[in-house]
Protein backbone atom coordinates (compact mmCIF):
# COMPACT_ATOMS: atom_id res chain seq x y z
CA UNK A 1 0.00 0.00 0.00
CA UNK A 2 1.49 3.43 -0.86
CA UNK A 3 -0.45 6.83 0.76
CA UNK A 4 0.37 10.08 -0.68
CA UNK A 5 -0.34 13.37 0.57
CA UNK A 6 0.34 16.32 -0.67
CA UNK A 7 1.59 19.61 0.92
CA UNK A 8 -0.42 23.22 0.45
CA UNK A 9 -0.56 26.83 -0.55
CA UNK A 10 -3.40 29.06 0.53
CA UNK A 11 -4.31 32.05 -1.90
CA UNK A 12 -5.91 34.17 0.63
CA UNK A 13 -6.97 33.81 4.30
CA UNK A 14 -4.36 33.57 6.57
CA UNK A 15 -4.78 33.23 10.58
CA UNK A 16 -8.81 32.97 10.16
CA UNK A 17 -9.12 29.24 10.55
CA UNK A 18 -9.02 29.58 14.43
CA UNK A 19 -10.93 32.84 13.98
CA UNK A 20 -14.64 31.18 12.20
CA UNK A 21 -13.24 32.71 8.83
CA UNK A 22 -12.84 31.27 5.69
CA UNK A 23 -10.30 30.45 3.06
CA UNK A 24 -9.13 29.63 0.01
CA UNK A 25 -6.65 26.84 -0.40
CA UNK A 26 -5.23 24.24 -2.43
CA UNK A 27 -3.09 21.34 -2.97
CA UNK A 28 0.62 21.32 -4.45
CA UNK A 29 2.00 19.23 -6.77
CA UNK A 30 4.96 18.16 -3.98
CA UNK A 31 3.66 15.61 -1.70
CA UNK A 32 5.03 13.21 1.44
CA UNK A 33 4.46 9.09 0.02
CA UNK A 34 4.64 5.95 2.69
CA UNK A 35 5.07 2.67 0.95
CA UNK A 36 3.65 0.28 3.52
CA UNK A 37 5.34 -3.35 3.49
CA UNK A 38 3.19 -5.34 5.91
CA UNK A 39 5.90 -7.55 8.49
CA UNK A 40 7.49 -7.61 12.37
CA UNK A 41 5.75 -6.89 15.50
CA UNK A 42 6.13 -2.97 15.24
CA UNK A 43 6.47 0.00 12.85
CA UNK A 44 9.82 0.46 12.10
CA UNK A 45 9.79 3.80 10.00
CA UNK A 46 12.94 4.40 7.49
CA UNK A 47 12.71 8.44 6.88
CA UNK A 48 14.50 9.33 3.92
CA UNK A 49 16.88 11.98 4.93
CA UNK A 50 15.96 11.91 7.97
CA UNK A 51 16.25 8.19 9.47
CA UNK A 52 14.85 5.81 11.43
CA UNK A 53 12.39 5.58 14.24
CA UNK A 54 11.02 2.01 15.80
CA UNK A 55 7.50 2.56 17.11
CA UNK A 56 7.28 2.11 21.06
CA UNK A 57 11.05 3.84 21.62
CA UNK A 58 11.73 7.27 22.81
CA UNK A 59 11.65 9.84 20.28
CA UNK A 60 14.36 11.98 19.81
CA UNK A 61 13.86 13.98 16.95
CA UNK A 62 10.63 16.55 15.59
CA UNK A 63 9.31 13.64 13.18
CA UNK A 64 9.68 10.90 15.71
CA UNK A 65 7.75 12.73 18.04
CA UNK A 66 4.99 13.22 15.44
CA UNK A 67 4.97 9.26 14.40
CA UNK A 68 5.30 8.57 18.29
CA UNK A 69 2.23 11.02 18.59
CA UNK A 70 0.25 9.52 15.60
CA UNK A 71 1.32 5.89 17.29
CA UNK A 72 -0.34 6.45 20.63
CA UNK A 73 -3.58 7.70 18.91
CA UNK A 74 -3.88 4.75 16.81
CA UNK A 75 -3.04 1.22 16.19
CA UNK A 76 -1.37 0.80 12.94
CA UNK A 77 -0.60 -2.94 11.82
CA UNK A 78 3.10 -3.54 12.08
CA UNK A 79 5.71 -3.11 9.31
CA UNK A 80 8.36 -1.33 7.63
CA UNK A 81 7.64 1.89 6.37
CA UNK A 82 9.02 4.10 3.91
CA UNK A 83 8.73 7.56 3.50
CA UNK A 84 9.99 9.69 0.96
CA UNK A 85 8.93 12.77 0.00
CA UNK A 86 9.16 16.02 -2.98
CA UNK A 87 7.83 18.87 -0.44
CA UNK A 88 10.76 21.03 1.28
CA UNK A 89 10.32 20.37 4.61
CA UNK A 90 9.83 23.49 6.65
CA UNK A 91 9.43 25.88 3.99
CA UNK A 92 5.54 26.61 4.35
CA UNK A 93 3.89 23.94 1.90
CA UNK A 94 2.53 21.85 5.19
CA UNK A 95 4.97 19.57 5.00
CA UNK A 96 3.90 18.55 9.00
CA UNK A 97 0.75 18.43 7.71
CA UNK A 98 1.10 16.10 4.85
CA UNK A 99 3.63 13.99 7.20
CA UNK A 100 0.93 13.13 9.55
CA UNK A 101 -1.98 12.94 7.06
CA UNK A 102 0.33 10.25 5.44
CA UNK A 103 0.98 8.40 8.79
CA UNK A 104 -2.66 8.48 10.03
CA UNK A 105 -3.58 7.24 6.48
CA UNK A 106 -1.59 4.43 6.72
CA UNK A 107 -2.38 3.88 10.20
CA UNK A 108 -5.55 2.84 8.44
CA UNK A 109 -7.97 5.46 10.35
CA UNK A 110 -10.96 6.38 7.55
CA UNK A 111 -13.75 9.06 7.24
CA UNK A 112 -15.33 11.93 6.49
CA UNK A 113 -13.18 14.57 5.48
CA UNK A 114 -13.40 16.73 8.29
CA UNK A 115 -13.36 13.59 10.78
CA UNK A 116 -9.83 13.14 9.20
CA UNK A 117 -8.87 17.08 9.23
CA UNK A 118 -9.47 16.74 13.06
CA UNK A 119 -7.86 13.39 13.78
CA UNK A 120 -4.77 14.78 11.56
CA UNK A 121 -5.16 17.86 13.89
CA UNK A 122 -5.62 16.34 16.63
CA UNK A 123 -2.42 14.68 16.44
CA UNK A 124 -0.68 17.63 15.92
CA UNK A 125 -1.89 18.91 18.88
CA UNK A 126 -0.86 16.19 20.92
CA UNK A 127 2.87 16.01 19.02
CA UNK A 128 2.96 20.32 20.22
CA UNK A 129 1.60 22.33 17.95
CA UNK A 130 -2.24 24.12 18.20
CA UNK A 131 -2.63 24.29 14.91
CA UNK A 132 -6.21 25.27 12.90
CA UNK A 133 -7.75 23.50 10.15
CA UNK A 134 -6.59 24.79 7.13
CA UNK A 135 -3.81 22.81 5.87
CA UNK A 136 -5.27 19.25 6.86
CA UNK A 137 -8.30 19.99 4.89
CA UNK A 138 -6.51 21.27 1.85
CA UNK A 139 -3.98 18.63 2.08
CA UNK A 140 -6.90 16.02 2.08
CA UNK A 141 -9.80 17.37 0.71
CA UNK A 142 -8.71 19.82 -2.12
CA UNK A 143 -9.83 18.36 -5.86
CA UNK A 144 -7.00 18.51 -8.73
CA UNK A 145 -7.79 22.17 -10.94
CA UNK A 146 -9.93 23.32 -7.83
CA UNK A 147 -9.33 25.60 -4.93
CA UNK A 148 -11.02 24.76 -1.62
CA UNK A 149 -12.88 27.26 -0.24
CA UNK A 150 -13.55 26.39 3.10
CA UNK A 151 -15.99 28.13 5.98
CA UNK A 152 -14.51 27.41 9.57
CA UNK A 153 -17.29 28.60 11.11
CA UNK A 154 -19.34 25.95 9.62
CA UNK A 155 -17.01 23.48 8.50
CA UNK A 156 -18.63 23.55 4.57
CA UNK A 157 -16.40 23.74 1.99
CA UNK A 158 -16.81 23.83 -1.95
CA UNK A 159 -14.65 23.58 -4.76
CA UNK A 160 -13.57 26.87 -6.94
CA UNK A 161 -12.72 26.47 -10.13
CA UNK A 162 -9.14 27.51 -10.67
CA UNK A 163 -9.11 29.70 -13.63
CA UNK A 164 -6.59 29.12 -16.45
CA UNK A 165 -4.41 32.42 -16.39
CA UNK A 166 -4.23 32.30 -12.59
CA UNK A 167 -0.21 31.66 -12.31
CA UNK A 168 0.97 31.12 -8.73
CA UNK A 169 4.36 30.51 -7.55
CA UNK A 170 6.16 30.03 -3.84
CA UNK A 171 9.13 31.98 -3.11
CA UNK A 172 11.46 30.36 -0.22
CA UNK A 173 12.08 33.04 2.25
CA UNK A 174 15.18 30.78 3.36
CA UNK A 175 13.82 31.42 7.13
CA UNK A 176 12.67 28.21 8.55
CA UNK A 177 10.02 30.06 11.45
CA UNK A 178 11.85 30.57 14.48
CA UNK A 179 9.75 32.58 16.95
CA UNK A 180 6.67 30.88 14.99
CA UNK A 181 5.32 28.31 17.46
CA UNK A 182 5.24 30.81 20.85
CA UNK A 183 3.87 34.07 18.23
CA UNK A 184 1.05 31.85 16.56
CA UNK A 185 -0.13 30.77 20.36
CA UNK A 186 0.20 34.35 21.30
CA UNK A 187 -2.14 35.77 17.97
CA UNK A 188 -4.56 32.96 18.94
CA UNK A 189 -4.67 34.13 22.52
CA UNK A 190 -5.15 38.35 20.95
CA UNK A 191 -7.87 37.13 18.82
CA UNK A 192 -9.49 35.27 21.57
CA UNK A 193 -9.67 38.49 23.57
CA UNK A 194 -11.11 40.92 20.90
CA UNK A 195 -13.61 38.35 19.86
CA UNK A 196 -15.12 38.29 23.81
CA UNK A 197 -15.23 42.18 23.30
CA UNK A 198 -16.87 42.18 19.68
CA UNK A 199 -18.64 38.88 19.47
CA UNK A 200 -18.77 36.35 16.84
CA UNK A 201 -16.34 37.47 14.06
CA UNK A 202 -18.46 36.78 11.32
CA UNK A 203 -20.41 39.82 12.07
CA UNK A 204 -18.10 42.12 12.86
CA UNK A 205 -17.34 44.80 11.22
CA UNK A 206 -14.74 48.34 11.49
CA UNK A 207 -17.04 49.62 13.37
CA UNK A 208 -16.58 47.72 16.18
CA UNK A 209 -13.20 47.69 16.48
CA UNK A 210 -13.69 51.20 18.24
CA UNK A 211 -14.62 48.58 21.21
CA UNK A 212 -11.13 47.19 21.91
CA UNK A 213 -9.20 49.58 23.91
CA UNK A 214 -5.45 47.89 23.51
CA UNK A 215 -4.37 49.06 20.47
CA UNK A 216 -2.29 45.21 19.59
CA UNK A 217 -5.74 43.79 19.92
CA UNK A 218 -7.27 46.09 17.65
CA UNK A 219 -4.82 45.71 15.17
CA UNK A 220 -5.09 41.97 15.34
CA UNK A 221 -8.82 42.07 14.82
CA UNK A 222 -8.39 44.68 12.26
CA UNK A 223 -6.57 41.72 10.01
CA UNK A 224 -9.14 39.27 11.02
CA UNK A 225 -11.88 41.47 9.44
CA UNK A 226 -10.86 42.29 6.81
CA UNK A 227 -8.94 38.85 5.72
CA UNK A 228 -12.39 37.52 5.59
CA UNK A 229 -13.48 40.54 3.54
CA UNK A 230 -10.84 39.65 1.12
CA UNK A 231 -11.32 35.93 0.74
CA UNK A 232 -14.68 36.81 -0.26
CA UNK A 233 -13.26 39.22 -2.72
CA UNK A 234 -10.85 36.79 -3.91
CA UNK A 235 -13.41 34.16 -4.96
CA UNK A 236 -15.57 37.11 -6.38
CA UNK A 237 -12.19 37.82 -8.45
CA UNK A 238 -11.67 34.35 -9.56
CA UNK A 239 -15.67 34.09 -10.99
CA UNK A 240 -14.80 36.69 -13.38
CA UNK A 241 -11.32 35.56 -13.74
CA UNK A 242 -10.03 38.82 -12.70
CA UNK A 243 -6.65 38.05 -11.92
CA UNK A 244 -5.28 41.43 -11.36
CA UNK A 245 -7.86 42.07 -8.72
CA UNK A 246 -6.53 38.63 -6.88
CA UNK A 247 -2.93 39.98 -7.54
CA UNK A 248 -4.29 43.53 -5.45
CA UNK A 249 -6.12 41.51 -2.51
CA UNK A 250 -3.02 39.45 -2.04
CA UNK A 251 -0.89 42.66 -2.16
CA UNK A 252 -3.60 44.28 0.83
CA UNK A 253 -2.93 41.05 2.86
CA UNK A 254 0.66 40.84 3.02
CA UNK A 255 0.19 44.64 4.34
CA UNK A 256 -2.56 43.40 6.54
CA UNK A 257 -0.40 40.41 7.73
CA UNK A 258 2.52 42.83 8.37
CA UNK A 259 1.52 45.63 9.88
CA UNK A 260 -1.83 44.84 11.65
CA UNK A 261 -1.19 40.94 12.46
CA UNK A 262 2.53 41.28 12.87
CA UNK A 263 3.79 38.10 11.74
CA UNK A 264 6.02 39.27 9.11
CA UNK A 265 9.83 40.71 9.98
CA UNK A 266 11.70 43.90 8.02
CA UNK A 267 14.12 40.97 6.13
CA UNK A 268 10.08 39.28 4.89
CA UNK A 269 9.11 42.33 4.19
CA UNK A 270 12.02 43.43 1.80
CA UNK A 271 11.99 39.87 -0.51
CA UNK A 272 8.05 40.22 -0.69
CA UNK A 273 8.80 44.28 -2.32
CA UNK A 274 11.79 42.88 -4.61
CA UNK A 275 9.97 40.55 -5.82
CA UNK A 276 6.75 42.63 -6.17
CA UNK A 277 9.17 44.75 -8.18
CA UNK A 278 9.50 42.25 -11.07
CA UNK A 279 7.99 41.98 -14.64
CA UNK A 280 4.72 40.50 -14.66
CA UNK A 281 4.08 40.02 -10.47
CA UNK A 282 0.15 41.05 -9.68
CA UNK A 283 0.44 40.34 -6.02
CA UNK A 284 2.63 39.16 -3.00
CA UNK A 285 2.29 38.06 0.35
CA UNK A 286 3.73 35.70 3.04
CA UNK A 287 2.06 32.54 3.40
CA UNK A 288 1.31 30.48 6.41
CA UNK A 289 1.81 30.82 10.08
CA UNK A 290 4.60 33.74 9.42
CA UNK A 291 8.38 34.99 10.16
CA UNK A 292 9.44 32.21 7.82
CA UNK A 293 8.63 29.80 4.85
CA UNK A 294 7.26 30.80 1.50
CA UNK A 295 6.27 33.77 -0.24
CA UNK A 296 3.03 33.26 -2.20
CA UNK A 297 3.39 35.38 -5.86
CA UNK A 298 0.52 35.99 -7.88
CA UNK A 299 1.73 36.54 -11.35
CA UNK A 300 1.10 36.30 -15.60
CA UNK A 301 3.19 32.98 -16.20
CA UNK A 302 6.40 34.79 -16.72
CA UNK A 303 8.06 34.74 -12.99
CA UNK A 304 8.64 30.72 -13.38
CA UNK A 305 11.93 32.00 -15.40
CA UNK A 306 12.96 34.14 -12.68
CA UNK A 307 16.53 33.25 -11.21
CA UNK A 308 16.90 35.36 -8.78
CA UNK A 309 14.83 33.31 -6.30
CA UNK A 310 14.42 29.75 -5.08
CA UNK A 311 10.79 28.62 -6.00
CA UNK A 312 8.23 26.47 -6.48
CA UNK A 313 6.05 26.68 -9.06
CA UNK A 314 2.15 25.97 -8.04
CA UNK A 315 -1.13 23.91 -9.37
CA UNK A 316 -4.05 22.51 -8.28
CA UNK A 317 -2.83 18.98 -7.34
CA UNK A 318 -5.47 16.43 -5.62
CA UNK A 319 -5.78 16.10 -2.22
CA UNK A 320 -5.04 12.88 -0.44
CA UNK A 321 -9.14 11.70 -0.92
CA UNK A 322 -8.61 12.14 -4.58
CA UNK A 323 -5.78 10.04 -4.54
CA UNK A 324 -7.48 7.29 -2.82
CA UNK A 325 -10.51 7.65 -4.22
CA UNK A 326 -12.30 7.83 -0.46
CA UNK A 327 -15.54 10.13 -0.68
CA UNK A 328 -15.27 13.43 1.05
C1 LIG B 1 -0.33 27.62 10.04
C2 LIG B 1 -1.39 26.77 10.73
C3 LIG B 1 -2.77 26.93 10.08
C4 LIG B 1 -3.13 28.41 9.89
C5 LIG B 1 -1.97 29.17 9.27
C6 LIG B 1 -2.23 30.66 9.19
O1 LIG B 1 -0.08 27.14 8.75
O2 LIG B 1 -1.02 25.42 10.66
O3 LIG B 1 -3.75 26.28 10.84
O4 LIG B 1 -3.53 28.99 11.10
O5 LIG B 1 -0.76 28.98 9.98
O6 LIG B 1 -3.28 30.92 8.29
Known sequence: ??????????????????????????????????????????VQLEAEGFGSYRQGTDPAHEFERQAAAVFNELTPAPGTWRITSTLPAGAGLSSSAAYLGALVLASGARGSLIEMARLVQHVEHVAGSKVGLLDQLATLGAREGHLLLIDFHTLQYRDVLWPADLHLSAVDTGVRRQLATSAYSERREQCDAARATIGPWRDATDDDLRKIDDPVVRARARHVISEIQRVGAVNDALARSDVARVGELVDESHRSLSSDFDVSTPQIDDLVGRVRACAGVLGCRLMGGGFGGCLLVVHDGSFDEQPRFRQWALSAASGAFERLALAR
Open 1 to 42: MTIVVPGRANLIGEHVDYNDGLSLAFAVPYDVRVEVQPGGDV
